[in-house]
């Protein structure tokens, strides 16, 4: 199981970035897939899900509205849309895959997740 994580960058407030996972060692539809941010002196913490078997997603407070996760199963990649950036969304993102296969939902916790990717850095600033 692998994931690679990508698409970060520079960005200025108010502007829009689209993080992508690729995955490889399995198939979207075996492995929840979530995405988590981890900004300097912080925990990690998890913002966005979608489910194996459905698809269902899951965002947090924080980026509801702004951020969207979706799925190209023909491609095995995960995408993060994030709108409306704000500072405080700076920090490194990782997306990582689900411990257990054909779950349903998607779960929030770190500890849920045993596959990770490298990490991809999103600053937001002016």
């Known amino acids: 199981v692998q994931l690679q994580a990508f698409g970060g960058g520079l960005v200025q407030p108010g502007g829009s970035l689209r993080l992508s996972c690729a995955a490889s060692g399995f198939t979207l539809d075996q492995r929840a897939i979530g995405w988590f941010r981890q900004a300097p002196g912080k925990e990690r913490e998890g913002i966005s899900c979608?489910?194996?078997?459905?698809?269902?997603?899951y965002s947090a407070d924080s980026v509801q509205g702004r951020f969207t996760i979706s799925r190209d199963s023909a491609k095995n990649t995960v995408y993060l849309q994030m709108n409306s950036l704000k500072p405080e969304d700076t920090a490194v993102y990782y997306c990582a895959a689900d411990r257990v296969v054909y779950g349903s939902g998607c779960r929030r916790s770190v500890s849920a997740y045993g596959y990770w990717g490298q990490g991809t850095q999103v600053t937001v600033s002016s």
């Open positions: 979608i489910s194996a078997t459905y698809g269902s997603t």
